[in-house]
């Protein structure tokens, strides 16, 4: 069992500042009586106790405020992630099997009609119904769902415990220290585990958070040199534009800055030499929606002596590398309390660790000193701007279109978005680039759409008639 965060965290820091947004505060007090009376609400409503909710809304305090409500009421959010189609968000939807869609109202576009939708400006609308809000929690409580693709292209359904993420805040503060001067820089979108872990940190820490709707590469880089902020989470694309920002105008990041956590693939040795000519500390890290946020660190002091590496494991969690025989490389596993217990939906029935471990599908290996250096995110994922693209999730969407006989997806190296995905096609009927492109952005977010087509006679495949997509990339040569 753990104190119920909300409430401990306001009885401990009432008038400390919680989350400051634009020209506007909250303390923690302040969030917790309103989170209180939103709990009303969904209690009026029935969503208390264990009822699963689907949560869409843009990273504003409206939406932290009914985070910290639906943990009160003890449901399970299904975070939901605004830039995917309507088609990506009605498969969650329908197989997470909420009770409930709560949705700020400039969203409702983004969703299908469903009788389960409660508009924000209803739930603020709706009375309370006081009842006994839980002291303590579980620590199996499913506390969030979020989905993430598989290798096969369906969207897995996450569950992340509330031991699992404490287990991560507490990891995370062993590494990287906390002060209670702390400030937290949050761009990275709430639905994330990257946003939502630090919506956590900030409740076991009391810390402060300066929350952005949208990143702001002017606005951002002025908080780390006034010393507004002293810690940022970020993925490489951001890193690059604070830098030529702050390089732009001369600027320097304030010495109260601390840290830069970087994650969603490895950062360029460049951007590292960059950032640290402007003061500022970057600490690479190795994580996934599995482990609830990090899993290995690594630390300012080892950029350049270990320079490519995702850094050690943190203090609870362990990693081994599960390599053939006479070899280093090899799949990486994960052991620890942060680790997920259990999927849901189709996935179900599927384990999340065999004997204990997290299969991670991601190949690597750890030098003699234990720094782990991650050679593939998965042998086939497309990491664009931070964000995980899967191969076969859009192969499915384009073998849909009735012209198309066969389809393969890669990534291709992008100046700025580190990948972008590249669809090789052979094609039943005659078609153009820009028809595939428009029927992808019926049914893909924007980032998962392929901004390079290429129409082939036939696709690489194994003896088992296996799609090698290592291959895709030969076939611009011939």
């Known amino acids: 069992m ?22 506007q505060q909250w303390t923690f007090n302040e969030l917790y009586l309103q989170s209180v009376s939103l709990a009303y609400k969904l209690n009026t409503l029935h969503l208390t106790n264990g009822k699963r909710v689907a949560i869409l809304a843009p990273s504003t305090p ?11 009421a003890q449901c399970e959010m299904v975070l939901l992630n605004g830039r995917l189609a309507k088609q990506e968000l009605a498969y969650q939807i329908a197989d ?24 924000f400006s209803k739930l603020y609308r709706t009375t309370e119904s006081e009842y006994d809000i839980a002291a303590q929690w579980d620590d199996d409580f499913a506390l969030t769902i979020m989905y993430t693709s598989g290798t096969t292209g369906f969207p ?23 002060s209670e001067d702390d400030a937290w820089l949050c761009t990275v979108p709430i639905f994330h585990i990257s946003g939502f872990s630090i919506v956590v940190r900030s409740l076991l820490y009391g810390m402060k958070i300066r929350l952005y709707e949208k990143f702001d590469a002017k606005k951002c880089s002025q908080e780390i040199i006034n010393g507004t902020v002293t810690k940022m989470s970020v993925v490489a694309v951001i890193l690059e534009n604070l830098l030529s920002e702050m390089e732009s105008i001369g600027q320097k990041a304030h010495p109260r800055f601390s840290t830069i ?21 970057v600490a690479q890290t190795y994580g996934m929606t599995e482990t609830a946020s990090q899993t290995a660190t690594l630390a300012n002091e080892d950029a350049f002596t270990h320079i490519g590496s995702a850094g050690k ?33 189709q996935f179900k029935e599927k384990p999340t660790t065999i004997d204990g471990w997290l299969h991670t599908g991601d190949v690597g290996y750890l030098d003699e000193d234990g720094y782990l250096y991650v050679v593939d995110r998965r042998s086939d994922l497309i ?25 393969g997806v890669c990534g291709i190296a992008h100046d700025i978005w580190g990948q972008v995905p590249a669809a090789f096609i052979v094609v039943k009927e005659s078609m153009t680039a820009q028809d595939v492109i428009e029927f992808c952005e019926q049914n893909l977010a924007n980032y998962k759409v392929p901004k390079y087509v290429h129409f082939i006679a036939s696709l690489p495949r194994s003896g088992s008639n296996k799609l090698l997509r290592r291959h895709l990339m030969k076939l611009l040569d011939e």
Request: one cysteine or more.
């Open 2 to 23: 753990q104190p119920n965060w909300i409430k401990q965290r306001a009885y401990l820091t009432p008038n400390r500042v919680a989350i400051s947004f634009h020209d």
């Open 62 to 72: 409206p939406l932290i405020e009914l985070l910290y409500a639906c943990m009160q």
């Open 96 to 119: 997470a099997e909420v009770d409930a869609i709560l949705v700020a109202d400039e969203e409702l576009a983004k969703l299908p009609d469903d009788a389960r939708i409660i508009p």
């Open 156 to 178: 897995k359904g996450v569950c992340q415990t509330v031991v699992n993420h404490s287990s991560s805040a507490i990891s995370s503060a062993l590494n990287l220290g906390i």
């Open 261 to 281: 956590l970087a994650g969603g693939g490895p950062v360029p040795i460049d951007y590292l030499k960059r950032a640290a000519q402007l003061n500022l500390h």
């Open 313 to 345: 494991p943190l203090f609870f969690n362990e990693i081994k590398i599960a390599a053939k025989k006479d070899e280093s490389i090899g799949e990486i596993l994960i052991r620890g309390p942060h680790v997920t217990p259990r999927y849901i939906g």
């Open 383 to 407: 990491i664009s701007g931070g964000e995980n693209i899967y191969p076969a999730e859009i192969e499915n969407v384009l073998l849909a279109h009735p012209k198309i006989k066969e389809a």
